[in-house]
């Protein structure tokens, strides 16, 4: 587990660190994710605009934080799955809250091919009866 906090806190640290403004009132990052496929998208709310922004910007990467993450993630229960989404929120104060869907399709901008959500799945292995239908469908066309 500490594994697990320590990888979530540095994807906060690196991401929080990459907000061009420091009069931030709150920052979310969406991850969508499957094997060899990670998509992340932020934002920061300032004075009730929101403004996008890249987590990476100055040049420390987090994709490798949130595939291991997943996995680490996945050894505490395999049985399962790996989390397709997840969407971290960090308010002014520091406080922050953290969602991982294990049945949502994940959202990326371009859709990725059958075998790649295959490849999660014989990578990421679960119970028969908690594989969405939407990766059903997508396994009973192959």
Do not use: H
């Amino acid at each position: 587990m500490d594994t697990t906090n320590n990888l979530i806190n540095q994807i906060i640290q690196i991401s929080n660190s990459n907000i061009s403004s420091d009069n931030w009132d709150s920052f979310t990052i969406n991850i969508f994710a499957i094997n060899k496929m990670i998509s992340i998208k932020a934002f920061y709310e300032e004075n009730g605009q929101i403004v996008s922004f890249d987590p990476e910007a100055n040049g420390e990467d987090i994709t490798l934080k949130v595939k291991k993450l997943r996995e680490e993630m996945y050894k505490l229960s395999p049985d399962k799955g790996a989390w397709y989404s997840s969407i971290i929120s960090v308010n002014g104060d520091g406080k922050f809250n953290i969602n991982f869907d294990y049945d949502e399709k994940p959202e990326f901008k371009y859709e990725p091919s059958p075998d790649k959500f295959i490849d999660d799945l014989n990578t990421f292995p679960r119970e028969k009866g908690l594989i969405p239908d939407w990766l059903n469908n997508i396994i009973s066309t192959k």
